[in-house]
């Protein structure tokens, strides 16, 4: 529909109904969208700058930003300068997964520097906007005049009671057995991330199947809006190629190439060598051409593109890959348990030339994460923190933080390991892994996965199963292709898939996809893929098994020893006392560590098992009655003319009449009686109020008979 400058399109999508509009908001950049899906509306925008970079081009220079806005859902950011500063964890996966989707869509040489801004206007608070921001990017640009060669749409779905919905609340998705984002074009899937309860390999393929009738509207839909706009493309200038330099490649340094390649080396020997042929062709054209500052990106461009023949060749031709490995063979692995000494439990995962070592440390409640996001705030008891310093590939690079690239490993990983976590009502520990990448030829991620799931059984967490990782890689020629398992940096860079697939012997809890194919992959080839990863998951899962068959049965001596204890709900304002003044005696005298929460649950935690002991006794003496009949050990707490006042469990005195203090008649309860004594008494009467009688004379009398 096409009123006025408003332009508005709308399409079902499972049982949602999704509109896409243009021509009202962020007119002056080169495409803007509004998403609208009940009661959630997101901005896309694109601008491009006016002219291309002058620097050849290596990479797409795009940028994508997104953006959660707290007036979306009515709120006023926290912290001291109440207003959104840098990007949450979440706001960086959500910008990966558009970035993931719409880069591969760009054409060959493009070089101007390209900027996608996502911004959540409105939330309801009931779904995850940043799928939806997927489709708003798309659109955007296809209305735009930016060279994109899109449509790509994107959906999140859960299978939910044994039914797939699209688009699933955050309720839904609490009990879903498996979900995952699905972006893709008319032609094929182009992106999938997701995790699920030990799924079967089966369900994963109907999922994406799925997903895919979806996204076919929603890319239908981009078509037609526009075809509304009708705004024309601006051309791609291919950059200016020496054909002399590309016919001595082919002629001339094919051959070297093709004799390093061939020879199978390892990562360095095969990176010192290409790099030996280009230095001397960059050499050779620059005395010739001295004028033309381009020959080293010249060079660069077309050897890169004879390796990426070569190696295609080699693997598809000859049967056999760079590192003389067949198709499905895993790279030599091995296994360290207990590596460090101190930590909570630790691993070292070694495969091929890829290394990670993974530290697990357990901690208390007051160690999770507080998530301050649109939906509400929440607490998160399981973390994993991926590092992957400069020196993992031999080079010099400042270490100035996580980079999106870490932040979006660990998030994979952490989606792998979490399913297989203990319950919180089983094991209440906070739980952190940190994953340090010391060498990486491919598959770090889950090399991550691998030596995280190793530093858990070594600190001795009872997790539901092992969990083991492969990448795998696709490549494709005319009327041929190969699944490669557990692919290397080599097979990344020049290969169309890489395809991460993470579980247990049961199924698959976490995957993620990112194709370089415009056409996405063909769901044969998928199911191929899955498959095959399956045998190799289960060959690491040997291995790993053999070298720790099952969670250590004690936690570390260095961790915190930790107990619940339940107390009833009325009783919590007892147990903390007027202005926390019993609940920090019970802390002064114990020397633990105790939090209480709503429930009524207690959690007690100290370095020191017989503190954590002492303060669970008098925990548990505050949830106990008095019970009439029974005899106590109390503590004079009070002295009055009348008797004295005796605490007999936590927060709990009863009155021992000066009649009840002894067998004989006594003037002054001090003659037997001061401050702080401990002594045994009887409950000998309980009042309908809850107030009760002692005595002390009773228990003197059986004692003389």
Request: proline share 4%; net charge neutral.
């Amino acid at each position: 529909m096409k009123s006025n400058n408003l332009v508005h399109f709308e399409e079902k999508v499972g049982r949602d109904l999704i509109s896409l509009e243009t021509g009202v908001l962020a007119k002056q950049a080169n495409g803007a969208v509004v998403l609208k899906l009940g009661d959630n509306v997101i901005l896309a925008a694109c601008t491009q700058a006016g002219k291309p970079r002058t620097a050849p081009p290596e990479f797409v220079p795009l940028t994508v930003e997104y953006k959660e806005r707290t007036y979306a859902a009515g709120k006023i950011p926290g912290g001291f300068f109440k207003r959104e500063g840098k990007a949450r964890e979440k706001e960086v996966i959500s910008a990966r997964l558009t970035d993931r989707s719409i880069r591969p869509l760009f054409p060959e040489y493009y070089n101007t520097e390209t900027q996608v801004v996502l911004m959540v206007l409105s939330s309801d608070g009931a779904i995850e906007p940043g799928v939806l921001a997927i489709n708003a990017a798309s659109a955007a640009l296809m209305i735009s005049d930016i060279p994109f060669k899109g449509p790509v749409s994107a959906v999140r779905i859960a299978k939910v009671n044994g039914e797939y919905v699209i688009n699933p609340t955050f309720e839904e998705r609490k009990t879903a057995e498996l979900e995952l984002v699905v972006s893709g074009t008319l032609e094929g899937v182009l992106m999938v991330e997701g995790g699920g309860k030990e799924i079967p390999n089966e369900e994963l393929i109907k999922a994406i199947e799925a997903a895919k009738i979806e996204i076919n509207k929603l890319c239908k839909a981009q078509v037609e809006l526009a075809k509304l706009s009708n705004k024309p493309k601006i051309e791609v200038v291919k950059p200016e190629m020496k054909s002399e330099i590309a016919e001595d490649l082919q002629a001339n340094a094919k051959k070297d190439i093709e004799k390093v390649l061939n020879a199978f080396p390892d990562k360095k020997t095969m990176e010192a060598g290409l790099s030996a042929i280009q230095e001397a062709m960059i050499k050779k054209y620059q005395e010739k051409y001295p004028e033309d500052a381009t020959i080293a990106y010249q060079v660069k461009t077309l050897m890169n593109d004879v390796i990426y023949d070569v190696s295609r060749d080699i693997v598809l031709n000859k049967k056999v890959r760079t590192d003389g490995r067949k198709y499905d063979e895993i790279r030599a692995i091995s296994i360290q348990t207990g590596y460090l000494p101190r930590t909570h439990g630790s691993a070292v995962f070694t495969r091929g030339q890829t290394q990670a070592i993974a530290a697990t440390t357990l901690g208390t409640q007051d160690d999770q994460q507080i998530l301050d996001d649109l939906e509400g705030r929440s607490m998160d008891r399981f973390m994993l923190h991926y590092n992957f310093p400069g020196f993992s590939t031999g080079e010099v690079k400042p270490d100035r933080g996580p980079s999106r690239r870490e932040i979006g490993h660990g998030h994979l990983a952490k989606r792998a390991l979490s399913y297989l976590l203990p319950d919180e009502a089983d094991f209440s520990y906070t739980i952190r892994i940190v994953s340090d990448i010391l060498e990486s030829n491919g598959s770090s991620s889950m090399a991550t996965v691998c030596g995280g799931s190793l530093s858990l059984f070594d600190a001795g967490v009872p997790m539901k199963g092992a969990c083991s990782g492969i990448a795998m890689g696709l490549i494709t020629g005319k009327n041929k292709h190969a699944v490669l398992s557990d692919i290397a940096g080599l097979e990344d860079h020049f290969g169309d898939m890489d395809f991460k697939l993470a579980g247990s012997r049961k199924g698959i809890t976490a995957f993620q996809m990112d194709v370089k194919l415009a056409s996405g992959i063909p769901m044969d080839i998928l199911k191929e893929a899955i498959e095959q990863a399956a045998r190799g998951r289960n060959h690491i899962l040997d291995l790993m098994e053999k070298a720790l068959p099952a969670p250590k049965t004690d936690l570390s001596a260095y961790a915190p020893k930790m107990v619940k204890v339940a107390i009833p709900k009325d009783k919590i304002g007892a147990f903390i006392g007027p202005g926390g003044k019993n609940i920090k005696a019970v802390i002064e005298k114990t020397q633990a560590n105790i939090e209480v929460n709503d429930d009524g649950m207690v959690f007690i935690s100290s370095p020191d098992q017989a503190s954590v002991d002492m303060a669970k006794k008098i925990v548990e003496q505050f949830a106990m009655e008095v019970e009439v009949g029974k005899v106590y050990k109390g503590k004079v707490v009070n002295i009055v003319e009348f008797g004295a006042f005796v605490e007999v469990l936590p927060g709990k005195e009863g009155l021992l009449h000066i009649s009840e203090v002894d067998l004989k008649r006594i003037n002054r309860v001090e003659d037997v009686l001061k401050l702080g004594d401990e002594i045994d008494v009887k409950v000998i009467n309980m009042e309908n109020s809850g107030r009760f009688k002692l005595s002390r004379k009773v228990l003197l009398q059986a004692k003389r008979d």
